[in-house]
């Protein structure tokens, strides 16, 4: 079957700093793939190109199988028009470390705002699909709160029901857990679980090794703007193959 | 001074009065309303603007503010006449509180959005709004939500600087009030009458400016 995602010789960098260093990365309908590695090594920056937030400098990214953000022209590299960008990143959903919700709109709206300003449906038709997604992320009876009435757990969960309405191809999850407080991180987790379960493609940066074991079906591991190994999850954790990973292993809480 | 005589005068002079308050709201209304449409583009200019359209609106921006109201009235007063445009007191009057309120909402508006979280942006890009829908549905009113009690403040400076007008003859309600006065000689009560009126004015802008934020923080689910 062909990728949702292909990454192909990734290269990123913020003035003389090479964050990114060759990344060549595919992603199957259904996988879920987990990005660890310690910080600094290019993990959120990998993540945030994919959604076009950041621009890069060479390589390409495809989503099924449709290069995104950059296109040729008399044999130059130009970057697409702010439109075609615009639905370029509606293909991908993307969840934030800092949620990022909108604090001017209750939790329905947020969720409304997509599907109605970009997919285009009606006030009716958005409001359909943003209750069945509150509701997938066991926060429909919260609809009319507002952000700031709610904890960091649900804040996040809206949020990713608020990507998730955007029907993407991939969706992609930044450390979503690591602003949250310790008795919170489990019912984001479950949500995510819950999607990974009903056949979602998606990629995760994650610092919850004991999650990405349980929830992925292949682990990446980067390391200084490189993918140092990648492998399902039995392989990396159990048998790196790589002295970094283990080193990188044995700082985490990750118990063997 | 008895007070019958003053009544008396103040009831002659009814019409005088009501032409003049009615001149001062007429072009504090006009200034505000004109200003804050001038001055919310002048914030989004200087927030998103390419570096030559931000230099344009920096430059608008500093000169005005640096300068004294009064100076701008006499400026767009005398200097179109320079250049044979011909603008009457009232014309100019207004363009020149116009441009001041202009470049005072201009950075409140630059202020408000900037204090806006970078995670907003983000977050709407990625779900695949454009700018332009980012900034409508977005920015923009957690901006003016930020934004209103200093624009409050704005608004009656600049009914304030509409006295600054009886230099150049507008007759508002100062003009109208001192030729009352020069016909009456009854200083005191008349000046103490329109610093009550003036005090009304900016007390309802006030008002309307702590309104406007109630009902927008209601909306936005926010306390003010």
């Known amino acids: 079957m062909s990728s949702v995602l292909q990454i192909k010789n990734l290269h990123k960098r913020f003035g003389q700093l090479e964050v990114l260093k060759g990344i060549d990365l595919d992603v199957a309908p259904g996988e879920v793939v987990s990005i660890i590695g310690s910080s600094g090594s290019g993990k959120t920056t990998l993540l945030r190109c994919i959604n076009l937030l950041e621009e890069f400098e060479q390589g390409e990214i495809l989503i099924d199988g449709k290069a995104i953000g950059y296109r040729m022209r008399d044999g130059r590299r130009i970057r697409e028009r702010e439109a075609v960008v615009a639905k370029h990143r509606a293909m991908t959903g993307m969840a934030f470390q800092s949620f990022n919700l909108f604090p001017h709109m209750t939790a329905l709206r947020n969720v409304m705002l997509g599907p109605m300003k970009v997919l285009n449906l009606s006030r009716e038709e958005a409001e359909v699909l943003a209750e069945k997604w509150l509701d997938r992320v066991g926060l429909l009876e919260r609809k009319h709160h507002h952000p700031s009435q709610l904890s960091g757990g649900q804040q996040q969960r809206v949020a990713i029901a608020r990507a998730i309405a955007m029907n993407p191809k991939l969706m992609l999850f930044d450390e979503v857990t690591s602003a949250l407080d310790p008795e919170l991180v489990a019912e984001v987790l479950n949500t995510i679980r819950n999607l990974a379960e009903s056949g979602m493609t998606m990629v995760l940066v994650t610092h919850e090794m004991r999650f990405a074991h349980d929830v992925s079906s292949r682990i990446v591991f980067m390391n200084q703007g490189q993918i140092e190994e990648q492998g399902p999850p039995s392989e990396l954790f159990y048998n790196s193959r790589s002295q970094r990973l283990s080193e990188f292993l044995g700082r985490t809480a990750f118990k063997r | 001074m008895n007070l019958a005589h003053v009544l008396l005068e103040i009831w002659l002079a009814r019409f005088d009065i009501l032409f003049g308050l009615g001149l001062t709201i007429l072009v504090s209304f006009t200034a505000i309303v004109a200003g804050t449409i001038l001055g919310i583009s002048v914030g989004v200019a200087l927030t998103y603007g390419a570096w030559p359209v931000r230099f344009i609106a920096r430059v608008y921006v500093d000169i005005l503010r640096g300068t004294p109201v009064l100076v701008l009235i006499l400026a767009s007063f005398y200097i179109p006449s320079v250049a044979h445009i011909n603008l009457n007191a009232l014309e100019a009057g207004i363009i020149a509180l116009t441009l001041f309120c202009g470049s005072h909402v201009g950075e409140v508006i630059r202020g408000a959005l900037q204090s806006i979280p970078k995670g907003q942006m983000e977050a709407a890009k990625s779900i695949g709004l454009t700018f332009r829908k980012t900034f409508v549905y977005v920015l923009m009113p957690q901006a003016i939500r930020q934004a209103i009690p200093t624009w409050t403040n704005a608004a009656v400076e600049i009914a304030k600087a509409t006295t600054l007008l009886s230099i150049i003859g507008v007759p508002e309600l100062i003009l109208t009030t001192q030729q009352i006065i020069g016909r009456t000689f009854l200083s005191l009560p008349f ?34």
């Open chain 2, 191 to 224: 000046y103490l009458m329109i610093a009550i009126l003036y005090f009304l004015i900016d007390f309802a802008i006030e008002r309307a400016g702590r309104y406007i934020d109630m009902r927008v923080s209601a909306a936005q689910g926010t306390v003010p």
